[in-house]
């Protein structure tokens, strides 16, 4: 089989496998192809979130909690029992006797009855409503502490308790997974970003710059990257610089991590402008977009000694 058949077979078993998991498009490794795929117009799907947002942690945390339910029962569900006669007028002389009944009510159980609270708060202690029984419960021996109180206080305190740390937890878990989205998120950026920005660059090559532009997308990549970018003035009628290209392009060979750059003043008269360029052979050493170094001639132990310092 010829290797350009062998080629389209590796192809098309790669897109097949896309096809049943896209996500394996968002590796980081395939950052050049996503580049590509982009450049010609092209679309990917969003990654798919990861584990940590499913509800089956959710599910764990909050199964993970045991209450003491020893003596709770199910709450009544039966239907409404019927209330009075739903056809009888209802007059001015009904409306007192009811607001007078209500009253007494009232006077009966107020609002500062510590029976009425711990009565509540041992019903909700039943029907497992924990933290509002032991609110009622906390009310009630404030107002007029007894024994049945403080008994019924101490169980009912352990199982809110248990629920306000099991929420706690609960919390902290949320907001870790929350925290880890974030980051998993801006790892993915940054690794489409740098594969973007490698594919714009040709390790261990000197490349040719022939617009402002270009000499932009060069040097921005480069920081994007970390890296050191050597920009390189030359002409074709110097001398000097017939001798120290090839030795540029060795340095290049030598060290695939630097971003090695040619510029033809002739060619890219706009870049020559910008530098300022009035001699060549000239040297420009770039980190993170900023120039630190120059060499001006064709000194080979001087540049080669900086690429070495700053690489």
């Not at 007059?91 to 009811?98: P, Q, Y």
């Not at 706690?168 to 980051?183: A, G, H, N, S």
Request: net charge negative.
């Amino acid at each position: 089989m010829e290797r350009s058949t062998i080629a389209a077979e590796d192809l098309k078993n790669f897109i097949d496998k896309c096809k049943s998991d896209p996500s394996i498009l968002h590796d980081p490794s395939l950052g050049f192809f996503r580049s590509y795929i982009e450049s010609l117009g092209g679309r990917f799907p969003p990654a798919s979130e990861s584990r940590v947002d499913t509800g089956e942690e959710d599910k764990m945390v909050e199964s993970d909690i045991e209450l003491d339910d020893t003596d709770v029962v199910e709450p009544d569900n039966d239907p409404p029992q019927k209330m009075g006669d739903s056809s009888i007028e209802v007059s001015d002389e009904n409306r007192d006797a009811a607001q007078m009944l209500k009253s007494k009510a009232v006077a009966a159980i107020n609002p500062d009855s510590a029976k009425a609270y711990k009565v509540r708060g041992m019903a909700r202690a039943m029907l497992g409503k924990w933290e509002e029984a032991a609110n009622d419960l906390h009310i009630a021996s404030k107002i007029d502490y007894d024994e049945e109180i403080g008994s019924s206080l101490k169980k009912v305190e352990i199982n809110a308790h248990k629920i306000e740390a099991h929420r706690r937890k609960y919390e902290r878990l949320r907001k870790e997974r929350e925290l880890k989205k974030i980051e998993l998120e801006k790892q993915r950026q940054r690794s489409t970003e740098a594969a973007k920005a490698k594919s714009l660059l040709k390790d261990g090559q000197v490349m040719e710059i022939h617009n402002r532009s270009e000499l932009e997308s060069k040097l921005k990549a480069a920081a994007k990257l970390g890296r050191l970018a050597v920009l390189y003035f030359t002409a074709t009628w110097c001398g000097p610089c017939r001798s120290i290209s090839p030795v540029y392009a060795s340095l290049a060979e030598r060290y695939p991590n630097v971003v090695l750059v040619k510029v033809d003043i002739d060619e890219a008269r706009d870049v020559a402008s910008q530098w300022n360029i009035s001699s060549v052979p000239t040297f420009f050493f770039v980190k993170d977009g900023e120039t630190i170094d120059e060499v001006v001639g064709a000194d080979k132990s001087s540049l080669e000694r900086m690429i070495a310092q700053y690489a």
